[in-house]
T-cell receptor, first 110, second 113 residues
Framework: SQQGEEDPQALSIQEGENATMNCSYK?????LQWYRQNSGRGLVHLIL?????REKHSGRLRVTLDTSKKSSSLLITASRAADTASYFC??????????FGAGTRLTVKP | GAGVSQSPSNKVTEKGKDVELRCDPI?????LYWYRQSLGQGLEFLIY????????KSGLPSDRFSAERTGGSVSTLTIQRTQQEDSAVYLC???????????FGPGTRLTVT
């Protein structure tokens, strides 16, 4: 079963704009991670935020976590065409297992 | 190792045949995960191995699916009597056991005709 749910399901923006994706989850977590997938193949880890953190930055990525609302957001600033991909959040509801949401398909138009 | 590898990269099989999908995790990683992804969909959890503990099989969709992990390293996912709805990309990932920063293989695209 899936733990996280991303929204929107699809997002289309122009190059240079910011993209915001959201993730909601159901049970308590230790960590929440965001992954990126190109071309329907393997996922690549982007960033991890721990349950006691509220915000984290990595390059053009900014992740927030609100454990009271069981939600997280991923912001990609100054988007590029190369950011076009699907983005997934992953949570660890059982401690060491990882459950993914359905993903947000981001399209950045040049 | 260089990364997680999976084989074959593509598999076409006839309905009713059995298939075996292989995953070689990163050396030293104690946790291994299998997921299934249908076209344009999210990742469906299948099974999780952690060290010598009993695997978490809660995601296996039917008793036609089974997986094993030999010697705490290589894992094989077996699908018996394949059905057309089994067509999907099967993804394997490994971590050092802390469910942090999983490394994914490139996947096996299974097509059941």
């Amino acid at each position: 079963s899936q733990q996280g749910e991303e929204d929107p399901q699809a997002l289309s923006i122009q190059e240079g704009e910011n993209a915001t994706m959201n993730c909601s989850y159901k049970t308590s977590i230790n960590n929440l991670q965001w992954y990126r997938q190109n071309s329907g193949r393997g996922l690549v880890h982007l960033i991890l935020i721990r349950s006691n953190e509220r915000e984290k930055h990595s390059g053009r990525l900014r992740v927030t976590l609100d454990t009271s609302k069981k939600s997280s957001s991923l912001l990609i600033t100054a988007s590029r065409a190369a950011d076009t991909a699907s983005y997934f959040c992953a949570t660890d509801p059982g401690g060491n297992d990882m459950r993914f949401g359905a993903g947000t398909r981001l399209t950045v138009k040049p | 190792g260089a990364g997680v590898s999976q084989s074959p990269s593509n598999k076409v099989t006839e309905k009713g045949k059995d298939v075996e999908l292989r995953c070689d995790p990163i050396s030293g990683h104690t946790a291994l995960y299998w997921y299934r992804q249908s076209l344009g969909q999210g990742l469906e959890f299948l099974i999780y191995f952690q060290g010598n503990s009993a695997p978490d099989k809660s995601g296996l969709p039917s008793d036609r699916f089974s997986a094993e992990r030999t010697g705490g390293s290589v894992s094989t996912l077996t699908i018996q009597r394949t059905q057309q709805e089994d067509s999907a990309v099967y993804l394997c990932a490994s971590t050092d056991g802390l469910a942090i920063k999983a490394y994914f293989g490139p996947g096996t695209r299974l097509t059941v005709t």
